[in-house]
């Protein structure tokens, strides 16, 4: 499995420099509220919304390489003070790696759907790994979450509406700030429909109960973590 590459605008580092979980605000200086993305693909989004608030904090998880590397060179030639991405499997990194409840919003877009039912365990949505994306967000917290794969959508929107103490709502047409990243404006252009979720936690909101992480973590060790990738919507990000 390929190293965990944390990339921060001063450069990268590796896990052997870091405190785990990561003290994010040592991270990324400031006090700005922080929203993470899960499999930014070229980061579009994450520059755009780093580039235009910069008092909020932003950081990436992507599980190849060649993205982590194209945002940073990008963050960095902006000099972007608020913007950070590690490079890795995200279960992997959620489990191992980020402190809990420390993100106002996470988006998730157009995350590889693992259409064959025998990869469906690899999906980032699926009852064991959801628990950890929960995890990620503050009380007052929310969920991005769209897909062109509509069946795999209605999953997600039937897993989440199952979870005691989460508001989740369809959003209707597009996102108010247009579309997010590069898959959303490739198919907003070509007029394939989208499945688009925004799921809060509300008061009530029960314990979490991350469960099977050791098995989900199984599926990774044997072999590169980004081939795995690769194998289920090639294309660009
Ligand atoms: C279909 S692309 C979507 C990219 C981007 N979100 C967009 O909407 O344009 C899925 C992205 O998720 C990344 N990815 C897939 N599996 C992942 C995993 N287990 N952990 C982190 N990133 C992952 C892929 O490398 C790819 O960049």
């Not at 960095?76 to 993100?103: D, I, K, M």
């Amino acid at each position: 499995m390929k190293p965990i590459v944390v990339a921060l605008p001063q450069g990268d580092v590796g896990l052997d420099e870091c405190d785990c979980p990561l003290d994010m605000d040592r991270f990324l200086t400031g006090r700005g509220e922080w929203e993470v993305e899960i499999g930014f693909g070229k980061g579009r989004y994450l520059l755009r919304r780093a580039e235009s608030e910069p008092e909020s904090r932003f950081l990436g998880i992507e599980i190849a390489s060649k993205y982590q590397r194209i945002l940073a060179r990008r963050a960095r030639r902006r000099q972007l003070p608020n913007l950070a991405s590690v490079r890795g499997e995200a279960t992997l990194v959620l489990t191992s790696l980020l402190p809990r409840q420390f993100a106002r919003v996470v988006h998730v877009y157009f995350p590889d759907p693992w259409p064959k039912a025998k990869h469906n365990r690899r999906r980032l949505f699926d009852p064991a790994s959801l628990d950890l994306v929960l995890d990620l967000l503050t009380p007052e917290g929310e969920l991005c979450f769209a897909t062109d794969y509509l069946e795999y959508g209605r999953l997600v929107e039937e897993l989440l509406r199952s979870y005691p103490g989460l508001e989740v709502e369809r959003h209707v047409g597009e996102w108010p700030d247009g579309a997010r990243t590069n898959y959303e404006a490739k198919y907003i252009e070509e007029g394939r429909e989208i499945l688009r979720l925004v799921a809060r936690p509300t008061p009530s909101r029960a314990d979490l109960h991350p469960r099977g992480h050791e098995e989900l973590l199984v599926g990774y060790a044997s072999g590169s973590d980004e081939d795995l990738s690769a194998e289920v919507r090639p294309g660009t990000a």
